[in-house]
């Protein structure tokens, strides 16, 4: 067996660990897990460290389990929030919970037959039928108050460094958290609980819940990794645009691999040993050789080539490479005409458009009209005529003198063209 914790360290991916932790990794094949918080339909890129840490902890040869909050859920993780959240309906929630699942199915199959086979538990189906009752007299008086209070989750709320107090909804958080870590300890052998550096105080407070809760002897474990951040400080996951999601219904692939590709050469020495399976020294090669000639991204062509075929697939990365590659000019006209909609306004956004009819390209649109009359994409036919006798003008790519007509053959997915003048001046025509 691989040494889990070994092989985190030097990928920097260990915050906080508890004693004895790595030697019960090496003893035995070990089930630990992660949960997953449903308060979106789709998880995203923040939540790619914990879906490779459990991809890392099933190599080494021990088994994962993913857990969904859908009980969790409802209340709202306090952790490193200074303000409640707004709690979701049981609707809301199901859909959330569907489509973590979903992604989650892309990176760990659940229907493998393997001694170490991964599972996807929903926290929701052992605590639905919890009473409060019962869950206050078996749960709530194993752990004092004092011992809850002492978490630093609830004592910046409650000390006002963070928000306006705390409600008892989220006070009982932890312990519900807890009360998961029994349960897939008594019903699964789960001795280890991993997560995020802001979880350290949820996951103890689990440990203890296992010891408490059953006979003298058992053992529960904790292990941690540092919250991930970028090198200026500013959060890592978001984009201009929002965050980035690992569906490609909600960020495109040419839009998830362009993130990866612009990232700094500190960030991406960073992030190639935590985002990718590479093996360590076949990084730290990448590191010298980048480091000779960064004006080539090696380090980040690589980071965004593993990232976006482990996400998405080979067959995608193809695509995004290609439409990375049309903005760049290294392109033709069927290559803009194999883009869809969506990344090819991805690509030239910003570019100005002006609407045609569809009726005017089915007559056949002159080329000065085109760029004078229905864009003012210059400002007179006489500057039109000059830049075609300059050779300077373009349709989708491609050189045109002053007699091209622009007809629907000219469409990139039935309603794009795009003139062009010069290297960089761009302009699209939007055919309604």
Not at 238 to 265: C, M, P, R
Not at 315 to 321: D, N, R, T, V
Not at 339 to 351: K, M, P, R
Request: some cysteine.
């Amino acid at each position: 067996m691989k040494n889990f914790v070994e092989e985190l360290q030097w990928r920097g991916m260990v915050h906080d660990i508890m004693p004895g932790t790595e030697e019960q990794l090496n003893k035995e094949m070990t089930t630990a897990y992660i949960g997953f918080d449903p308060t979106s339909d789709s998880l995203h890129i923040g939540s790619l460290v914990p879906i490779i840490i459990l991809v890392h902890l099933q190599k080494c040869g021990h088994k994962p389990i993913a857990l969904v909050g859908g009980a969790t859920g409802m209340i709202g993780d306090p952790s490193g929030k200074s303000d409640e959240r707004n709690l979701l309906d049981e609707a809301a929630l199901e859909k959330n919970v569907a489509g973590i699942k979903g992604v989650l199915s892309r990176f760990l199959d659940f229907d493998s037959t393997d001694a170490n086979a991964p599972m996807l538990v929903n926290n929701y189906d052992w605590m639905k039928e919890f009473s409060f009752i019962d869950f206050a007299r078996d749960v709530g008086k194993r752990i004092t108050v004092n011992y809850m209070m002492a978490k630093d989750s609830v004592k910046k709320r409650l000390t006002g460094e963070a928000g306006s107090g705390m409600s008892f909804t989220e006070f009982t958080y932890q312990l519900i958290q807890g009360y998961d870590f029994y349960h897939l300890y008594k019903h699964h052998n789960c001795m280890l609980q991993l997560g995020g550096s802001d979880q350290w105080g949820n996951i103890t407070t689990g440990t203890e819940l296992v010891r408490r809760m059953n006979d003298e002897g058992a053992k529960a474990y904790a292990m941690t990794c540092p919250l991930i951040t970028k090198a200026d400080g500013s959060k890592f996951g978001k984009s201009e645009g929002g965050n980035i999601w690992l569906d490609a219904d909600k960020t495109s692939v040419y839009k998830f691999y362009q993130f990866w590709i612009n990232t700094t050469d500190v960030d991406a020495e960073k992030y190639i040993k935590i985002f990718t399976f590479l093996p360590k020294e076949e990084i730290e090669q990448l590191v010298m050789e980048h480091k000779e000639a960064p004006h080539l991204r090696l380090l980040q062509k690589k980071l965004a080539e593993q990232v976006t075929i482990f996400v998405h697939s080979e067959q995608e990365l193809e695509k995004a490479i290609k439409a990375s590659n049309v903005l760049f000019g290294k392109s033709d006209a069927d290559d803009l005409k194999a883009l869809d909609s969506a990344t090819f306004l991805e690509v030239f956004d910003g570019v100005p458009q002006a609407e045609v009819a569809m009726t005017d390209i089915e007559e056949g649109l002159a080329i000065i009209d085109a760029f004078v009359a229905k864009s003012e994409f210059l400002s007179s036919n006489g500057e039109a005529r000059r830049a075609l006798k300059e050779n300077s003008i373009s349709v989708n790519r491609a050189k045109v003198k002053e007699d091209y007509t622009i007809t629907k053959e000219d469409l990139i997915n039935d309603q794009f063209v795009l003139l062009q003048k010069g290297k960089k001046n761009y302009y699209i025509l939007r055919i309604k």
